[in-house]
């Protein structure tokens, strides 16, 4: 079977860091995705890791271990309009991608 | 661009009848992306489309569900008969394996 986990929910404060965890066992791996959706609003790309490392775009960042079978978004600075859910996505076959079942991320002042 | 669009936004019907989403992709990509989202089950890739070609579609629901791709700036889905349970969010995506744009959503109630 395929699964993805990532913590449910996350609260932090503006201005600060927050890191969202995720880690998957799939029977295939080709990359990793992060997709922002705010509430009644349609999933937006965020990043995708295809290799290990950090890959940083703006506030956010995204990071892959494929021996650990991990990842994680890191969203610096964060501001009120970052409240959203947050799902990572593993890419198990060409164009075929598995999702999470995503973190809401509350920022509160 | 102007985006993946989709129609209807709202649909509700009575169960029995036909419903078919409609979505355009970005122009010149040339995957497209049949997704269902509900709360019990998340976000579900139902069937997939490559070149107008429909590669992948395990995970459409039943026979009752069927998709089409009759040319590379258009497609449809079409549930028949519509059944309470198929009440969800039903996105189209363009793009290229990880990298998917996601349409607007039409959220369908049937009752």
């Known amino acids: 079977g395929q699964s993805l986990e990532q913590p449910s929910e996350v609260t932090a404060v503006e201005g600060a860091i927050v890191q969202i965890n995720c880690t998957y066992q799939?029977?295939?791996?080709?990359?990793l995705s992060w997709y922002q959706q705010h509430d009644g609003g349609a999933p937006t790309f965020l990043s995708y890791?295809?290799?290990?490392g950090l890959e940083e775009t703006g506030r956010f960042s995204s990071f892959l271990s494929r021996s650990d079978s991990y990842g994680y978004l890191l969203l610096q600075e964060l501001q009120m309009k970052d409240s959203a859910s947050y799902f990572c996505a593993v890419l198990t076959g060409a164009n075929n991608l598995f999702f999470g079942t995503g973190t809401r991320l509350t920022v509160i002042p | 661009d102007a985006g993946v669009i989709q129609s209807p936004r709202h649909e509700v019907t009575e169960m029995g009848q036909e419903v078919t989403l409609r979505c355009k992709p970005i122009s010149g990509h040339n995957s497209l992306f049949w997704y269902r989202q509900t709360m019990m089950r998340g976000l579900e890739l139902l069937i997939y489309?490559?070149?107008?070609?429909?590669?992948?579609d395990s995970g459409m629901p039943e026979d009752r569900f069927s998709a089409k791709m009759p040319n590379a700036s258009f497609s449809t889905l079409k549930i028949q008969p519509s059944e309470p349970r198929d009440s969800a969010v039903y996105f189209c995506?363009?793009?290229?394996?990880?990298?998917?744009?996601f349409g607007p959503g039409t959220r369908l109630t049937v009752t």
């Open positions: 995506a363009s793009g290229t394996d990880g990298e998917q744009y």
């Open positions: 799939t029977s295939g791996f080709y990359g």
């Open positions: 489309f490559n070149n107008n070609v429909p590669i992948d």
């Open positions: 890791n295809a290799l290990d």
